[in-house]
C-alpha cells in the first residue's frame, strides 16, 4: 500500500461514469503513486445501491495498485444507510469493502480516506472520526478560507480524536478563473492559521478555472489559474504545498441537460486548451454506410482538433491521448456517449498532473 500521504498531487474527481471510466483505465504505476485520487459522490435524493457498486469497483481497483481512495459523500443531501449523513453512506460504503468480492478475492479488507468538511455537523464529525481510526488511514480536513478560523478547526479537531499528522488538509476554493494577490493572501492565512495546532499529513490547495460553461467553438487557450494559484504559493514559501484541481470539470455541479455541443478540456502545461464544435445537424447528408449519430461525428472532429494541435502529448501518454487518436483517425467505438469526452481528457488529466509536479 502506498502510504497515506504519500502523493505529489491531488485531483477531485466526480463519481460519474466519465472520470471512473478514466480510472479503470488507469494502470500506470508511475502515475498512481504520484496522484491522489479524491471521489465526490453527490445525489441529492439519496445513494442508489448500483451507485454505491460503482464506487466500490473504483475503490476495490486502486486499492490492487496499492493506491488508497479519498472520498467525499457531504454532497449526498438525503442518504439512507447508517446513521444517515455522510457518515451513514461512508460507514455502509467500508462495510461492503470488508468482504472480499468472491472466494478467490485477496484484497480485502480495502480501506479508504474519508472527508471530513469544515461544515459538517459535530455528530458527523464525531461518526467520521471514529471511522478514520477503524480504516486505519486516517483522514482529510477539507476546509474553505471562510471556516478556516481557529476556533473550527480546534473543534473539529477535538472530535475528531486524531493528530494532525494523521490528516492531509485541503483548503479548497472551488472555482478561481484568476490567481489574485488577495485570494493567494487569503490561502495562505488560512493554512498558517490551521498549521498552528501541528503539522498536517499534507496539505494541498484544491482550486478549478474551468468555467461552467463554454461560448466560443473551434479550438482556444485559457490559462490555468489552479497552477498559477500553487505556484504564488510555492514562491512565498510554501514548498511542501500539494497542486490539486478538479479534472477537467467545472467545480461545482449543476443540472444536466444535453448540449448541443461536443467540447475537450485538455490540459497543457500552464493552460486548458478547449476544442468545442457544434453538434452536426442530423438532416446533414452523412457518409454512406455511416452508423454514427451527429454527436459521435462531431466528437471525432473535435479529436482531429486536438490532434492537429501544438498540444497534443501522442498516444503514449495515456489511454485517453490513444483513443482521442483512435478517434480522429476513424477508429474507436461508442463516440456518441455523453461520457466519452470527459473520460479520455480526464484519462489524459491524471497523466498530465504526475507529470507537471514531476517538471
Known amino acids: 500500500m502506498i502510504p497515506s500521504g504519500g502523493f505529489s498531487a491531488l485531483v477531485a474527481l466526480r463519481a460519474k461514469q466519465g472520470e471512473l471510466e478514466a480510472l479503470e483505465a488507469w494502470d500506470r504505476m508511475e502515475q498512481v503513486r504520484g496522484l491522489q485520487p479524491l471521489l465526490e459522490l453527490e445525489s441529492p435524493g439519496g445513494v442508489s445501491p448500483s451507485k454505491l457498486d460503482t464506487i466500490e469497483t473504483a475503490v476495490r481497483k486502486l486499492h490492487q495498485l496499492h493506491r488508497p481512495v479519498m472520498i467525499d459523500v457531504s454532497g449526498v443531501a438525503h442518504p439512507h444507510g447508517l446513521g444517515g449523513g455522510s457518515a451513514g453512506v461512508l460507514g455502509e460504503l467500508a462495510d461492503r469493502l470488508a468482504d472480499p468480492v468472491d472466494l478467490l478475492d485477496e484484497h480485502y479488507p480495502v480501506p479508504f480516506i474519508p472527508v471530513v468538511h469544515g461544515e459538517a455537523t459535530d455528530g458527523e464529525v464525531t461518526v467520521l472520526g471514529r471511522l478514520c481510526h477503524e480504516l486505519g488511514l486516517g483522514g482529510a480536513l477539507r476546509i474553505r478560507t471562510a471556516t478556516a478560523n481557529r476556533q473550527n478547526i480546534e473543534q473539529i479537531l477535538e472530535r475528531l480524536h486524531l493528530d494532525t499528522a494523521e490528516l492531509d488538509l485541503i483548503v479548497d476554493l472551488q472555482y478561481v478563473p484568476e490567481a489574485t494577490e488577495r485570494l493567494i493572501e487569503h490561502v495562505a492565512t488560512a493554512i498558517s492559521t490551521s498549521a498552528e495546532f ?86 446533414a447528408e452523412t457518409p454512406k454506410r455511416s452508423k454514427e449519430g451527429p454527436r459521435a461525428r462531431t466528437f471525432r472532429a473535435v479529436c482531429r482538433n486536438l490532434v492537429d494541435s501544438d498540444g497534443f502529448t501522442g498516444p503514449d501518454f495515456s489511454w485517453g491521448d490513444q483513443e482521442i487518436l483512435n478517434a480522429a483517425e476513424g477508429r474507436g467505438r461508442a463516440l456518441g456517449a455523453t461520457s466519452k469526452p470527459v473520460a479520455l481528457a480526464t484519462s489524459h488529466h491524471l497523466a498530465y498532473l504526475v507529470s507537471r509536479v514531476a517538471a
Do not use: M
Not at 490547495?205 to 473551434?218: F, K, Q
Not at 489559474?225 to 477537467?248: F, K, P, T
Open 198 to 283: 501541528g503539522p498536517f499529513r499534507t496539505t494541498s490547495v484544491l482550486s478549478g478555472s474551468i468555467p461552467s460553461a463554454l461560448d466560443r467553438t473551434s479550438t482556444w487557450h485559457q490559462p490555468r489559474a489552479e497552477e498559477q494559484l500553487w505556484q504564488s504559493l510555492v514562491r512565498g514559501g510554501l514548498a511542501d504545498l500539494r497542486l490539486g484541481d478538479y479534472g477537467v470539470v467545472h467545480p461545482l455541479s449543476r443540472n444536466g441537460y444535453r448540449s448541443k455541443h461536443v467540447a475537450v478540456k485538455y490540459t497543457c502545461f500552464d493552460h486548458w486548451l478547449y476544442s468545442r464544435e457544434r453538434t452536426q445537424d442530423t438532416q
